[in-house]
Every structure is written in C-alpha cells, then in structure tokens.
C-alpha cells in the first residue's frame, strides 16, 4: 500500500514547502517571454495532481488566450494518462528506499541516487513532468494553439525541477557541507553580481574583451555613419580575388560571432582565402536611433556598405553574404536594387537566413495580429526593444541549457563558469529601434509578405525576389530552433539564379562556427539543379561529407570572385581613410 511508505509524509511536507519557492521561480520564467512577445502566462499554483479534465480544459485555455472559446481535450487519451500515473507512481513506492532515476542530466549526480528522499522527490517530478507534458499532448487544437500550450507547460516543467532549488537539490547541499558554507556564500556574491549586470552569467566574461581576445582580426574602419561602422580586414595572401567579400551579420547581435578567436574565425578564414573583406559592424542603437525603420537600415545601412565597397576597391560588383537576420536584410536590399534596375552584386551567401517565413519554428507561437499590432501601438512613435529582453527570450527557448543549469551552477553551488568565447558573445546584447522591430514582425513573421511580389515596398521599391538573379550559396544548418532547416531551404523556391544548397550538423550558431580545421560534424550537398519543394525530399536525395562546410563554400565563392591581383598596402582609399582600428567603438557599446 501506499500509505505504508515510511517517508511519504515528509516528502509531501518537503514538496508543499517548496511550492512557493517554486512558484516564485516560475513567475521568473514566464516573465522572461513576456517583455518581447507580448505572452501572458497563467498562474499555476501546484504540482499537476491529475486534474479534472474541467480543470485542464481553463488551464489550456487561459494559455492559448482562448478563452471565449474552452480548448478541448482527448478524454480517451486523458483517461489512458490517468492510468499510467497511477501505475508508474505505484512502481515508484515499490522500490522503497532503492529508487532507480531515469537518466536526466540534472540529477545524474551519485548525490541524488544515494539519498532515498533526494531520489524519491526527483522520480516524482520527472513522472508528474512527463504526465503532465502528455496532458498537454492531449489538447485537440490546430498546431499554433497546441504548440503554445506545449510551451507554457514546458516552461513550468523546467522552473519547477527541484534541481533549481537549495531546499532539495542535495547535490548543492552537501557541497555546502563539504565547503562549510563557502559555496553558499558565493552563491550569493554570483546571484548580487548577476543581479547588478542584469542578466545571469553563462561564462566568466571577465576574461575576454573585445579587441583584446575575441573579434582580433587585423583591419580598420573604413566608414561609419549612425547605422553602422565598415571595417576592412588586412589581407593574409600576397594577392587577394578582384571581388571584394562584404559580411552582412544580423543587428540583433554584434558581429564578432564571425570572429570569436583565430581559429574558429569565418572572417580570419575569408581573408585566409585570398578575399579582400569587409564587415558591417552595427551600431548599438540608444535612444538616438528610436524613430530609426527597417528602410532606414536598407537604404543608409546594407545599401550604403555595398556601394562604399565597391568605391573603396574599384570593384564593379560584390559578392556579399548575410547571416540570419542580417540575411533577411540582405535580401530585401538585394531586391530594392534590382527594382532600380541596379545589380552592384555578383552574389550572395546566406547563412541560416529566412527569406519566406512560411515555417518559424518554435517562435511562431508567440506571433499573432493582437502582439503585432501591440507592438506597432508601442512604438508607433519611436523607442527602443532592449537587448537583454530579447536575449532572455531566447534564451528561454532552450531554458535547461541556458537558465537554469546556471542558476543551479552560480547561485546553488557558488560555481564560477568556465570562460567560453561563444557564450560571452552571447551574453554582449543589443538593442533594437522599435519601428524596425514592428516593421519586422508585422511583414515577416506575420504576413510573410517578402516571397509575395510587390506585397510590401522597402525603399519606394516594391519586393520581388525573383528579380534577385544572382548565384547564391545558401546554408542551413540541421538542428537549428531559430531558422528550421526547412526556413532556410525555402528560399531556393524563390530566388531564380544558380543555387547551392548546404546542410550542416548541429544548431544556429554551432553549425555556421564550424571551423574547416577541426574536421568536426558533417554537411550533406545536393544537386546544384534539382530542388524539390520539400526539404525532406533533398534531405533523402543528398550526400553526407565529414567536417565543415567551410571549405566547400571557400571554392564556391573562389569561383564568383574573378582573378587574382596585388593585395593593397593600405585601408581605404583617398575618400575613405581610415578612422580607427578594428574592431571599432560600436561594437564595444554596451546594451
């Protein structure tokens, strides 16, 4: 029998006075989607105790903002869940004190399997999480609406693991003990140093700095207007292609992620292949910028770095590459020239990009008419979205890699974390100009109006991508929960020149920052004249190659940027003089 479990009752009194500290903890988390989405998440108040479906049916409800209309669920599936509840607490209770935990990262510790109430209360959490992620399975919805509520319930799942908590992560305990307090007490140094920053601390960004040990690439600033500085690279080859290499990095973030260290360096790399290369590196928007729009940034940014690299080398056309966002813009730029009849580029790279926004992945459920035109209301006379709101919503798409495993390892054990070049960049935020934010939002993500000809005009111009006829490289990489492989494939159904497309293994940032030395990971190559619509179907029809993705993509651009000639002696030109070592002041602006 259950009852006869000799410590039920102070696990149950363990897990009510935890609630309220969990319930705090939530309260952060559902907080974190917030400030950039417009979502407001419902109040849970308890661990999930197989509900009425009633009961579930508000809950569900209140989540997808579906009020006026309950959010129905599978009775037979709720009654199957019921069952295996009940069977696999049952095999909880009977293994006693010797309770054998699924394997999980956050209680993998020798510290949580020798401790019977430790073991007991995280088996409870892990089956009510599963539990309680098969209730949300159960909802009958269309797909927007189920994944919403598959992603609140994931958010409570994640805040709630008692892992996140010093009253029942023993792990945390008993280094207390074995550092008599030490740990706690820099726990709490790290929680007041976070605090203060604003934001909590994914590596020891003491030791880096900008300039001195990440984005080190020797060059020059070469222009810079209210947008953005221009930086070009000191050559690495005694002859460099004739067709200059211009980098079009995304404004959300700062532009180092090209160039973290020398060896893991895209930008390093280019100059390394005979590229004479240029960089726009954003400026940090302040409250200068407020009124500043998604025209603004194609005309005086993408537009205006194309055409001062093409004066400052001579060049009669470019070859450009654009990474995510930046990417997006890129190609919007691309398309307001060629509606002027211009075509000062040759071609173009793009980096897990979207160019049709039809599949958005896990950032769709938080986009609708009601937080767009939200948005619109909000800055519809200027303003700024702050970097550290849309890093923390990020950030809460993958909460157990980026929350909460440092929430545990700063504050709970009084870790430091290790320095790590990538997280640091990760953690130097930017902000946004609010009407290019809404601007955003509202044509992509929404509408989906930049693959609809003439749907939306940039500049005077009205947006035709088929009028973008240019040889183009297109990467997407697998694992990617920003731009979907299939979001960034979409865009050879609506760019008309030769293509190449390329799968990479692993995420958003891992896959691009791959470097060719370390032979690490795998790219897949297709047929560089048959695309079929669906990503899958070329998925089947590609071929696996070991390692980078890097050097396939040096011989395509070596092939689009013409013969070999001297490499210049000096930055700039006679117009444009040097202003200031790279990497530049924008780039060192703080959020």
């Not at 009510?16 to 989405?37: K, T």
């Not at 098969?134 to 958010?155: G, I, L, S, Y």
Request: with cysteine; hydrophobic share 40%.
């Amino acid at each position: 029998m259950i009852s006869s479990n000799p410590w039920l009752s102070s696990s149950q009194e363990f897990q009510q006075a935890a609630l309220q500290q969990w319930s705090r903890m939530l309260q952060s988390s559902q907080a974190a989607v917030a400030p950039v989405f417009g979502v407001a998440m419902p109040q849970f108040n308890g661990l999930p105790q197989m509900p009425t479906a009633s009961k579930l049916s508000e809950l569900f409800s209140q989540i997808a903002g579906q009020t006026d209309v309950p959010v129905k669920l599978d009775q037979a599936k709720l009654t199957e869940i019921q069952q295996s509840y009940l069977h696999e607490l049952a095999h909880i209770w009977n293994q006693g004190l010797e309770i054998k935990l699924p394997k999980d990262r956050r209680f993998a510790s020798e510290a949580w399997g020798s401790n019977p109430m430790a073991a007991f209360n995280a088996a409870m959490y892990l089956l009510n999480a599963r539990t309680l992620m098969a209730m949300a399975e159960a909802v009958d919805a269309d797909p927007k609406t189920k994944a919403r509520v598959n992603f609140a319930v994931q958010q409570w799942i994640d805040a709630s693991a008692p892992s996140n908590f010093l009253a029942l992560n023993v792990e945390a305990q008993q280094k207390a003990i074995e550092t008599k307090g030490e740990s706690i007490a820099k726990g709490i140094q790290n929680l007041l140093k976070d605090m203060q920053q604003g934001h909590v601390s994914m590596t020891d960004e003491s030791a880096f700095e900008v300039g001195h040990n990440v984005a080190t690439s020797e060059g020059a600033v070469v222009f810079e207007n209210e947008f953005f500085q221009l930086l070009e690279y000191k050559p690495l080859t005694a002859k460099v292609h004739e067709r200059p290499m211009l980098f079009v990095p995304p404004s959300i973030n700062k532009y180092y992620i090209l160039d973290l260290q020398p060896d893991n360096s895209l930008i390093r790399y280019c100059v390394e292949q005979g590229m004479r290369t240029f960089v726009v590196s954003w400026r940090n928007p302040d409250q200068s910028c407020a009124k500043q729009t998604w025209d603004d940034y194609i005309e005086q940014a993408v537009i205006k770095a194309i055409a001062v690299t093409r004066e400052i080398t001579g060049a009669e056309t470019i070859n450009t590459l654009g990474f995510c966002v930046g990417g997006t813009m890129l190609g919007t730029a691309l398309a307001v020239l060629a509606a002027r009849g211009e075509q000062p580029v040759a071609s173009a790279t793009f980096l897990t990009t979207m160019l049709d926004f039809s599949d958005t992945g896990v950032l769709d459920i938080f986009i609708d008419e009601a937080m767009v035109k939200l948005r619109e209301l909000q800055f519809a006379q200027g303003g700024l979205l702050p970097g550290r709101d849309l890093a923390t919503t990020f950030s809460f798409l993958r909460p157990n890699d980026l929350v909460w495993n440092y929430v545990v390892g700063n504050y709970l054990k009084g870790e430091t974390p290790p320095p790590f070049d990538l997280l640091y960049w990760n953690s130097d935020s930017t902000n946004l100009p609010g009407p290019y934010y809404a601007w955003y939002l509202r044509n992509t993500y929404l509408e989906n109006r930049l693959i609809k000809p003439g749907a939306t005009t940039v500049c005077g111009q009205p947006v035709d991508l088929s009028k973008v006829d240019i040889p183009v490289y297109l990467y997407g990489s697998r694992e990617d929960h920003i731009v979907p492989i299939g979001a960034a494939y979409a865009s050879t159904q609506h760019l008309p020149g030769p293509k190449r497309f390329v799968m990479g293994a692993s995420g958003h940032i891992a896959g691009v920052i791959n470097p060719a030395s370390k032979g690490k990971r795998s790219h897949w190559i297709g047929s560089d004249t048959e695309f079929p619509a669906s990503v899958e179907d070329w998925i089947a029809a590609s071929t696996e190659h070991k390692g980078s993705w890097w050097g396939d993509w040096a011989q395509w651009l070596k092939s689009q940027s013409g013969a070999l000639v001297a490499a210049p002696k000096s930055y700039g030109n006679r117009k444009y003089k040097t202003i200031e070592p790279a990497p530049g002041r924008y780039v060192k602006a703080k959020a």
